[in-house]
Structures are given as C-alpha cells and as structure tokens.
C-alpha cells in the first residue's frame, strides 16, 4: 500500500493560545496524534514545512509548498493548511501533475475540546485515497475540487463558489 505524505504548514489546526487576549503561536503538528488516536493503519509520513498563519504566506512560500509537494516520492499528499487562504495555494499547486493533493485544517484548533481538525483530518484520509490526481480541499465535511470553493467567514464553512 502506498504512503501518504502529511506536509504541515501551519495554520488554526496548530495554533497553541496562552491567554485569553489571543496570544498564539502555531505549535507542533498535531496530526500524527490524530492519526494514531484514529488507529489509522495507513502508511503515513509527515514533512514539517513551516508553522505560519495562512495570512502570512507569500508568493514564495507558496512555491516552496509546490517545490516540496513535486519532490515527494508519494502520490498521495496531505497538506495541512490555514484556512483564510487555503483556497488560493490550492489553485498554485494544481501546477503539480500526477499526484492527488489534499488540504485540510480547521476552524479551531485541534488542541481546543470542541475541533473540526479530527473531523477534516480523516475526512482528508479518505479523500486523498479515493479521488483522482487533482487538488482538493477537504473541509465542512466536503471536498471539493481546487477552483471551485471559498472561504465563507460569515458563516465560517467553505462552499462552492456559484457561478
């Protein structure tokens, strides 16, 4: 069975709060924990790229996520990923051929009680194994193809842009 890649780069999924006046940083990966909590029985391996706020990402950085997620043996990739710009990396990286790309984070982070990040975590599992080579993004409980889905902070999901 094939490997999949975890490449974490940040985001809610890891933030770690000291205070209630919001001090942040964005800690260590949680997703092997999460995986193995999950008794996931998947090959996995995980690259640890950088600890950024989606917000905070550039150009360069973006390419940085394309150069790493090319140079990776496996097929499968799982890239864990702040969710205000999530969707534009996931149109840089549809540049990369022959591999299906997943990214996935969460809304609160997944050291919080209450997290969407197990949920998405698997929900990215599953996807990055059954979909096509492409680029999704695994969120509110669907995936949806790069291209096709925003942000809706008003109601904090992702949906499909409607045309």
Do not use: W
């Not at 950088?50 to 799982?78: C, F, G, N």
């Amino acid at each position: 069975m094939e490997s999949i890649t975890f490449i974490s780069t940040g985001g809610t999924i890891d933030k770690v709060y000291f205070d209630a006046l919001s001090e942040y940083e964005i800690g260590e990966s949680v997703v092997s924990h999460i995986l193995d909590d999950a008794r996931v029985t998947v090959p996995h391996e995980f690259v640890a790229l950088m600890r950024k706020d989606s917000q905070e990402l550039t150009d360069t950085d973006r390419q940085l996520i394309v150069a790493k997620v090319s140079a990776q043996p496996s097929r499968m990739i799982i890239v864990t990923h702040g969710t205000d710009t999530m969707a534009h990396t996931a149109e840089v990286l549809r540049s990369v051929q022959d591999k299906t790309i997943v990214l996935t984070g969460s809304l609160t982070p997944a050291r919080f009680h209450t997290t969407d990040a197990v949920f998405n975590i698997g929900l990215a599992v599953g996807a990055v194994q059954s979909k096509a080579a492409g680029v999704y993004i695994a969120m509110s409980g669907q995936v949806f193809a790069a291209g096709t889905v925003r942000k809706n902070r008003e109601r904090n999901c992702f949906e499909s842009i409607q045309s």
